[in-house]
């Protein structure tokens, strides 16, 4: 194509201009660190992410957050391990099983809120061993641990094998609470939340797996759960790990100080009345408030004590918790 020598004038004026631009009129904002997160569809993490978002905790933080919903936690799992997304919540003791075999997980602290076993208010079960020979629901399954820890204090306090003694039934967490709702089983052990639910409903806790934890050498209130990434993309990415966190911390902070909120989050957690207050008040029991460091070091006790009772099933040929299974924010 022939350019004529106008339009050559005229080209070169346009180069001219564009190279005397001051380089610093396109610097404006910083750039926004994109975070993709997959959490469960109806799971308890989107109470905060809803909060982190609606305040805009995330823009606040250069954060671009995406939130994609997965139906199941082996999902969110296998999609994590794909590199299909950034970031799930999960504990510790499958971060630590796959950093053993290979795999470059991490976690930061999410949730030190864990499972109880919960009955009637007028039942006459008063304590652990007051469970013997009765029904008893347990929601996560055989290795679950707030099952096995529970079983490893009747065990070494009571010399009481609940699984042997007890007439243990395994189920999905909704139906263990609907089953105890109506009184098919004397006793159920299930997360937190639903735990929460059947308290405002008529339900007491009987021992929770927190109170089991400590009284095996924990010190304090261990994270159950995590934020859980890739070593190699928080090391790739630290602005999105960091703003991200930083983000993370001032949504729990609004949610840990104010009831307002809680009153407009009543749609995505589905209660109200006296059931929303109890799931705003066990889930500020479950805000981590310790250093990382500590947690670290009580969760590697448990996790040997998981190890003893759930075996090799359970944590595989690792019998010690896999060093850099917490992540340790590094200095700026």
């Known amino acids: 194509m022939m350019i004529s020598r106008?339009?050559?004038?005229?080209?070169?004026?346009?180069?001219?201009?564009?190279?005397?631009?001051?380089?610093?009129?396109?610097?404006?904002?910083?750039?926004?660190a994109v975070v993709r997160i997959g959490v469960l569809k109806f799971g308890t993490v989107s109470w905060a992410l809803d909060t982190l978002k609606h305040h805009g905790?995330?823009?606040?933080?250069?954060?671009?957050?995406?939130?994609?919903?997965?139906?199941?936690?082996?999902?969110?799992?296998?999609?994590?391990?794909?590199?299909?997304?950034d970031m799930i919540v999960?504990?510790?003791?499958?971060?630590?099983?796959?950093?053993?075999?290979?795999?470059?997980?991490?976690?930061?602290?999410?949730?030190?809120?864990?499972?109880?076993?919960?009955?009637?208010?007028?039942?006459?079960?008063?304590?652990?061993?007051d469970l013997r020979g009765k029904k008893l629901g347990v929601a996560g399954g055989p290795l679950d641990k707030s099952w096995l820890l529970i079983q490893a204090l009747a065990r070494r306090d009571h010399g009481?094998?609940?699984?042997?003694?007890?007439?243990?039934?395994?189920?999905?967490?909704?139906?263990?609470?609907?089953?105890?709702?109506q009184g098919e089983l004397d006793a159920v052990l299930n997360f937190w939340h639903f735990c929460a639910r059947l308290e405002a409903n008529g339900f007491r806790r009987l021992i929770g797996a927190d109170?089991?934890?400590?009284?095996?050498?924990?010190?304090?209130?261990?994270?159950?759960?995590?934020?859980?990434?890739?070593?190699k993309w928080a090391n790739?990415?630290?602005?999105?790990?960091?703003?991200?966190?930083?983000?993370?911390?001032?949504?729990?902070?609004?949610?840990?100080?104010?009831?307002?909120?809680?009153?407009?989050?009543?749609?995505?957690?589905?209660?109200?009345?006296?059931?929303?207050?109890?799931?705003?008040?066990r889930y500020r029991e479950g805000i981590p408030r310790r250093p990382v460091a500590e947690d670290a070091a009580d969760a590697g006790k448990l996790y040997r004590v998981l190890a003893e009772i759930g075996g090799e099933k359970l944590v595989g040929g690792a019998p010690e918790m896999a060093p850099g299974t917490?992540?340790?924010?590094?200095?700026q």
């Open 90 to 129: 999960s504990d510790w003791q499958w971060v630590s099983r796959q950093r053993s075999e290979g795999v470059d997980l991490t976690l930061v602290p999410y949730s030190t809120a864990v499972g109880a076993i919960m009955v009637k208010e007028a039942a006459p079960i008063r304590s652990i061993t």
């Open 160 to 181: 009481l094998d609940l699984a042997a003694t007890s007439d243990v039934v395994f189920g999905a967490p909704p139906l263990i609470s609907e089953k105890a709702m």
């Open 211 to 231: 109170a089991a934890a400590q009284a095996l050498g924990a010190s304090g209130a261990v994270s159950a759960l995590g934020y859980v990434f890739h070593d």
């Open 6 to 32: 106008r339009g050559t004038l005229g080209l070169a004026a346009l180069a001219t201009a564009a190279a005397l631009v001051p380089k610093t009129s396109f610097a404006a904002a910083p750039a926004t």
């Open 236 to 281: 790739e990415h630290p602005d999105a790990i960091r703003g991200f966190i930083k983000a993370s911390a001032q949504s729990k902070d609004l949610l840990a100080r104010s009831d307002d909120e809680w009153l407009r989050l009543a749609p995505v957690v589905r209660a109200q009345g006296e059931e929303l207050a109890k799931l705003r008040d």
């Open 57 to 85: 905790f995330a823009t606040a933080n250069d954060i671009d957050l995406e939130v994609l919903d997965f139906a199941g936690e082996d999902a969110t799992n296998v999609a994590l391990l794909a590199g299909a997304i």
């Open 326 to 331: 917490f992540w340790q924010v590094p200095p």
